[in-house]
């Protein structure tokens, strides 16, 4: 079993960081790697890191513009995000052991997602913890529900389940078992 990865997280001032502290000690020397400043980091990344930021910033500024600001900044969200993130199903055991080593180092609850990467050389790159990803049937677009869809794993189950194990958390029940489905390690 893995012992070490590199911690690599984005300093936008919009708590990225958070995510990534966490499971800075896997890291051989304890730290976080920023990808948008590190020592070495060529002159064009930086620049190019530099310039996304500040556009960024400019636009997040239309959100004081009175009536209208709200509006303005909506809709760049929103063309920004659409088609943005594709799902695909994957099967990986080490993969599914990375995920369930960092969900129980992040200390998740019930569900979470995980942003990761995979690069040309095989390697995994856990980008974002989100431990309230936005939840909703599949009709509402999200993320989540997506991805639910893609293991045939039924919506309503799922949120039956949370229900469930949070009534019987109330009541200081145990909470109800995993079941495996068809796509689980056996």
Same mark, same amino acid.
């Not at 620049?47 to 959100?63: A, C, D, I, M, T």
């Not at 993130?85 to 609850?109: N, S």
């Not at 936005?134 to 869809?149: Q, S, T």
């Given at each position: 079993?893995?012992?070490?990865?590199?911690?690599?997280?984005?300093?936008?001032?919009?708590?990225?960081?958070?995510?990534?502290?966490?499971?800075?000690?896997?890291?051989?020397?304890?730290?976080?790697?920023?990808?948008?400043?590190?020592?070495?980091?060529?002159?064009?990344?930086?620049?190019?890191?530099?310039?996304?930021?500040?556009?960024?910033?400019?636009?997040?500024?239309?959100?004081?513009? %009175? $009536?209208?600001?709200? #509006?303005?900044?909506? &809709? !760049? /969200?929103?063309?920004?995000?659409? *088609?943005?993130?594709?799902?695909?199903?994957?099967?990986? %055991? $080490?993969?599914?052991? #990375?995920?369930?080593? &960092? !969900? /129980?180092?992040?200390?998740?609850? *019930?569900?979470?997602?995980?942003?990761?990467?995979?690069?040309?050389?095989?390697?995994? #790159?856990?980008?974002?913890?989100?431990?309230?990803?936005?939840?909703?049937?599949?009709?509402?677009?999200?993320?989540?529900?997506?991805?639910?869809?893609?293991?045939?794993?039924?919506?309503?189950?799922?949120?039956?389940?949370?229900?469930?194990?949070?009534?019987?958390?109330?009541?200081?029940?145990?909470?109800?078992?995993?079941?495996?489905?068809?796509?689980?390690?056996?």
């Amino acid at each position: 079993m893995w012992k070490r990865a590199s911690v690599v997280a984005v300093d936008m001032g919009y708590g990225h960081l958070r995510a990534a502290y966490p499971l800075r000690h896997l890291s051989p020397d304890g730290q976080i790697i920023l990808a948008n400043n590190y020592p070495g980091i060529p002159a064009a990344d930086l620049q190019l890191w530099n310039g996304s930021s500040k556009f960024y910033e400019y636009v997040s500024r239309l959100n004081n513009i %009175p $009536l209208i600001g709200t #509006y303005l900044f909506a &809709a !760049f /969200e929103d063309q920004w995000e659409k *088609d943005t993130f594709h799902y695909q199903k994957y099967h990986d %055991p $080490l993969l599914r052991d #990375y995920v369930k080593k &960092a !969900f /129980e180092i992040t200390d998740m609850a *019930d569900y979470a997602k995980f942003d990761i990467r995979l690069d040309s050389s095989g390697r995994y #790159y856990f980008i974002d913890s989100n431990s309230n990803p936005a939840f909703g049937p599949k009709e509402l677009d999200c993320a989540l529900a997506n991805i639910l869809d893609l293991y045939d794993i039924n919506f309503t189950e799922i949120l039956k389940r949370l229900l469930l194990n949070t009534i019987r958390d109330s009541q200081g029940k145990e909470r109800l078992p995993l079941v495996k489905s068809k796509h689980s390690a056996a």
